[in-house]
């Protein structure tokens, strides 16, 4: 599998096009068995935010969780539509597309 981010970001942005549920979708989208740990220092987020965000995902039904052992398993569901009325249109393949890992 590639890993698309640095192991540490050299610094992060005062302000960034994409929000952190985007940065955690994107996290979870490149590896579906990542830990919220990792998830928040790729994101540079606390656990506890990383976990409020993907509770979020979970209910909203754009990530699938499921259980292997003891570590949890996400799947992103990219054929939901975007949230905000301006993109409802689209979905979430139409952003998250070029942030999969091909397999």
């Known amino acids: ?4 981010f640095a192991e540490q970001p050299a610094e992060i942005p005062s302000w960034t096009f994409l929000t952190n549920h985007a940065h955690v ?6 590896n579906p068995e990542v ?12 656990e506890r935010a990383v976990h409020s965000i993907v ?3 979970v209910e909203a039904g754009y990530v699938n969780l499921s259980k292997s052992g ?3 398993v996400y ?10 009325p301006l993109e409802a249109s689209h979905q979430i393949i ?3 597309g070029p942030f999969t890992v091909a397999t």
């Open 94 to 96: 139409d952003v998250f």
């Open 70 to 72: 003891r570590h949890n």
């Open 35 to 46: 830990r919220l740990a990792e998830i928040a220092r790729k994101v540079g987020i606390g």
């Open 25 to 30: 979708m994107i996290c979870i989208t490149q």
């Open 75 to 84: 799947q992103v569901r990219l054929d939901r539509p975007l949230r905000h």
């Open 55 to 57: 509770h979020d995902l």
């Open 1 to 4: 599998m590639v890993n698309r």
